[in-house]
């Protein structure tokens, strides 16, 4: 058998477009040309093609909205306008259909969102966040607080910004919180499949809680087998850890069955809680396990929790234990790392969103020049932005627009990143 390569046209245009998008399809092939023939390989090209491909995506959602209110697909498609999105797109029904869905909501009660999206401030991902977050709330509360959620997309990353505004409607409404965990319990699988080539292939959903349980376990095998020279990807370690685990279990099971509910080291979740939510006060901040990224508790939850957990209390305001230690110890104590896993939630670099279990405690002014143990001077890290960090020198940019570098925090206005290595 042998494969040959046509080479076909672009599909031409149908007939009837306004001129502004015959002119845009024009410039877009005109750039595609430019590029294939080795054109600018600058930077700053490359950010301003990404802005514009955000431009065009806003503009394109604003368009499948207009469509869409005004009933003008049903001359084309009885299926439903999200029909026509998957046929455009090649996407799946399921996306098609959220995209409408998004579209709709940046032309009506979440336009300022779509303001900012057709002028190429914030990405699709900021926008599918915002409406994720506010979901479920009282049309009064989410136009109350467009100005903030705007401001907060303007300076904050998709998944960042989607825990927080989470945080802020349940807090709102504990009904809403109540109806986000059935929902979740709902979703809640694990499935184990036999494939083609004699492997299996494993997929799930876990409530916040249990998914905690076991990114801690699998955290703490991937750790105790960490070998210097090891190849493999993170992944694939853990899946090792995993396998591991399984085959642990089922060792203790067969030799011993009451080891596995006896066991000393227990693993940790850690559960974040105000005075106000442990005591039910209306409208406080809702209980979260630590190192997810939209890992919120109801009330109920949280009761149960405490009901059989060792209770360790960590307050930042106050001098419960001592999270200032200057230049008398070099480790991390028990006390701070849990106040830093309160303050710092996950990896401190942009993008970055490993949990505490995954990540070590960095000293911001290292220890070897001077650096004291406090907690001010500490920050997550997870292991792989570790390495980078002291290994290789590399300058690690932070969510409020900060550098991390081996010298401390540096402005990224004042001091651009060289390049790396």
Excluded at 234 to 262: I, K
Excluded at 340 to 347: A, I, N, P, T
Excluded at 381 to 397: I, V
Aim: charged share 25%; net charge negative.
């Amino acid at each position: 058998m042998s494969l040959q390569l046509v080479e076909t046209a672009p599909s031409p245009l149908p007939a009837g477009l306004p001129a502004p998008v015959v002119v845009l399809q024009e410039a877009i092939e005109a750039v595609g040309l430019f590029l294939e023939q080795g054109g600018d390989c600058q930077v700053a090209t490359m950010q301003t093609l990404l802005r514009q491909a955000q431009q065009v995506e806003g503009l394109a959602l604003r368009q499948v909205a207009q469509v869409d209110l005004s009933g003008s697909w049903v001359e084309v498609d009885l299926g439903g306008v999200h029909r026509l999105v998957a046929d455009a797109t090649g996407c799946t029904v399921e996306r098609a259909r959220a995209t409408v869905a998004l579209a709709r909501r940046l032309e009506t009660d979440l336009a300022p969102v779509g303001e900012l999206l057709r002028a190429g401030r914030i990405g699709r991902a900021h926008a599918a966040a915002v409406l994720h977050g506010l979901r479920g709330l009282d049309p009064q509360v989410v136009a109350d607080s467009l100005e903030a959620v705007c401001a907060a997309a303007l300076n904050s990353g998709p998944v960042t910004l989607g825990r927080e505004l989470r945080e802020r409607a349940e807090a709102v409404s504990e009904q809403l919180a109540t109806e986000q965990r059935r929902r979740l319990e709902a979703r809640k699988q694990l499935t184990l499949n036999e494939t083609p080539d004699g492997g299996w292939h494993l997929s799930g959903t876990l409530n916040a809680e249990e998914g905690a349980l076991l990114s801690d376990v699998l955290n703490r095998r991937m750790e105790a087998d960490r070998v210097e020279g090891d190849v493999r990807s993170r992944p694939q370690r853990r899946q090792q850890a995993f396998t591991d685990v399984v085959r642990h279990y089922a060792d203790c099971e067969s030799t011993a069955p009451e080891v596995p509910r006896q066991g000393s080291n227990r693993a940790q979740v850690i559960i974040v809680a105000s005075a106000d939510a442990v005591a039910g006060t209306p409208g406080a901040t809702p209980a979260r396990v630590s190192g997810t990224s939209c890992g919120l508790l109801t009330r109920g939850e949280l009761m149960r929790l405490m009901c059989d957990a060792d209770i360790s209390t960590v307050t930042l305001s106050e001098d419960l234990e001592r999270l200032d230690l200057g230049r008398s110890i070099r480790t991390v104590t028990r006390g701070q790392w849990l106040a830093l896993v309160v303050r710092d939630r996950e990896c401190v670099v942009k993008g970055c969103h490993r949990p505490p279990s995954a990540c070590q405690a960095h000293h911001v002014i290292w220890w070897r020049h001077g650096g004291p143990s406090d907690l001010g001077n500490y920050v997550l890290l997870c292991h792989a932005h570790h390495h980078d960090l002291h290994d290789r020198g590399a300058w690690l940019p932070l969510e409020d627009g900060r550098l991390l570098t081996p010298d401390g925090y540096r402005d990224t206005a004042l001091d651009p990143p060289p390049p790396r290595r």
